[in-house]
């Protein structure tokens, strides 16, 4: 594959309006005798202006993600801190929150310095262990008994549902989840970074090659000092710096109830433009359960839930989810609720056997009263800086002048342009 395929290809399409105009600048080296400064046919004038507006892309990139990291890394220290500290001196004393408060609370990493909210993993009652050990053996010898078999479901559905709105679970989600996101995120940087540093050297190899001159490695220099950058150094610490966190985090997990790794988890969305906030949820659901099912709208409720039509259709939509989860459903209506029904069993519901899962984007998304009365509800934090609105208008918007506004825009957390004084623009 020539590099520039693989350029393109490696990169996230938000991103590619900040990399090496590598294409452009090559172009350039193709003899022109209508258009040239030399005997080469080198149009060098044009190739150089290129190679200095990608000088200045990229370190807009690298500021804005170095400014956005940096902020962040502090962030997830926070939601460690807050995991770490989270105890309660009896597991049936442990106070829950709403997801509402849970979800704004943990997304600040506020303090509080009420120990009652919080569930400990290593001080966990003898009694819940017991209870635990119960469930354990019971599941490996039913009972006969109708009235006992109810009453340890009646139990373990409820214990999912403590287990799901206790503060400690929930700071775990939140850490666990943000941090997986962040390694991922800075993966990415440090992959663009390196294929523009590849980029620089090919294109001015090639410039060499072209016009018979040596400034290839003048310019590497050059680049090593202004563009220091690109060797990923810094992103590289805050990279361990991150896998040290997700250590700690997975030490402190809670303790689950019998079968929760066993439950289908159920989930609803559009999926339109699919990129890696979508999968890095979808991803996360494993965290409630083992079977994912997910939920598309159809084409024609897309529109009338949003009033504007799909960019990919349903197929593409199906095809793009499926790789993150085990079974699919169509949804051919604004309102989920019937169809959600059609696909829990009772029996899932009578042995709590499920649950759903999505962003803290929507709290309040339609059909939530009927799914919270049969089975509980788990939210999770948003990929930050990244949404299908901005990569709609990079890519689809009519006019090119509002995809390059769009393109070089900062952002605020949930992926929407914003101007200087943090305004949402509006294209």
Same mark, same amino acid.
């Given at each position: 594959m020539k590099f520039n395929k693989?350029? /393109?290809?490696?990169?996230?399409?938000?991103?590619? #309006?900040?990399?090496?105009?590598?294409k452009l600048m090559k172009k350039t080296l193709k003899a022109d005798a209508n258009h040239n400064d030399d005997s080469t046919g080198i149009d060098s004038s044009e190739f150089f202006r290129l190679y200095e507006l990608s000088k200045s892309k990229l370190i807009k990139f690298y500021n804005d993600k170095d400014k956005w990291a940096t902020s962040y890394y502090k962030t997830m220290e926070d939601r460690v801190e807050l995991l770490r500290s989270s105890k309660v001196s009896d597991q049936s004393q442990g106070e829950v929150?709403?997801?509402?408060?849970?979800?704004?609370?943990?997304?600040?990493?506020?303090?509080?310095?009420?120990?009652?909210?919080?569930?400990?993993?290593?001080?966990?009652? /003898?009694?819940?262990?017991?209870?635990?050990?119960?469930?354990?053996?019971?599941?490996e010898t039913p009972s006969d008994d109708p009235k006992v078999t109810n009453e340890n479901n009646e139990w373990l559905k409820e214990e999912? +549902? +403590?287990i799901g709105k206790s503060k400690h679970f929930q700071s775990y989600i939140y850490a666990k989840k943000s941090l997986d996101t962040f390694a991922r995120e800075l993966d990415l940087v440090l992959e663009f970074l390196t294929l523009n540093k590849t980029a620089f050297s090919k294109i001015l190899k090639k410039y060499d090659k072209r016009t018979g001159s040596c400034i290839r490695d003048q310019k590497l220099q050059e680049l090593s000092v202004s563009h220091? #950058?690109?060797?990923?150094?810094k992103v590289k610490a805050m990279r361990q710096g991150v896998s040290d966190m997700l250590r700690q985090v997975?030490? %402190?997990?809670?303790?689950?109830?019998?079968?929760?790794?066993?439950?289908?988890?159920?989930?609803?969305?559009?999926?339109?433009? #699919?990129?890696r906030g979508h999968q890095n949820a979808l991803m996360s659901l494993r965290e409630f359960g083992h079977f994912v099912i997910a939920g598309i709208h159809d084409d024609e409720s897309y529109f009338k839930l949003k009033s504007k039509y799909t960019i990919d259709n349903l197929e593409t939509r199906m095809n793009n989810v499926k790789p993150f989860v085990d079974?699919? #459903?169509?949804?051919?209506?604004?309102?989920?609720?019937?169809? %959600?029904?059609?696909?829990?069993?009772?029996?899932?519901?009578?042995?709590?056997?499920?649950?759903?899962a999505r962003g803290d984007d929507m709290l309040n998304f339609p059909g939530r009263e009927w799914v919270e009365s049969v089975m509980p509800v788990h939210f999770l934090p948003r990929t930050e800086a990244c949404s299908s609105t901005l990569i709609r208008t990079i890519y689809h918007a009519d006019d090119p002048e509002i995809r390059k506004k769009a393109a070089f825009a900062n952002t605020r957390y949930d992926g929407k342009p914003v101007d200087e004084d943090g305004n949402v623009l509006k294209f």
């Open positions: 693989t350029l /393109n290809a490696s990169i996230l399409k938000e991103w590619r #309006f900040y990399s090496v105009d590598y929150v709403t997801d509402s408060d849970s979800s704004s609370s943990i997304a600040s990493a506020t303090d509080s310095d009420d120990d009652d909210m919080y569930v400990d993993i290593e001080g966990m009652s /003898n009694s819940f262990g017991s209870r635990m050990t119960i469930m354990s053996d019971a599941s999912y +549902r +403590r220091s #950058f690109l060797d990923g150094e997975k030490r %402190l997990r809670p303790i689950l109830p019998d079968g929760w790794g066993s439950r289908k988890v159920y989930t609803i969305g559009c999926f339109d433009l #699919f990129h079974q699919i #459903f169509v949804i051919p209506s604004t309102d989920p609720e019937l169809y %959600l029904k059609s696909m829990v069993s009772e029996q899932d519901i009578e042995t709590g056997s499920c649950c759903y």
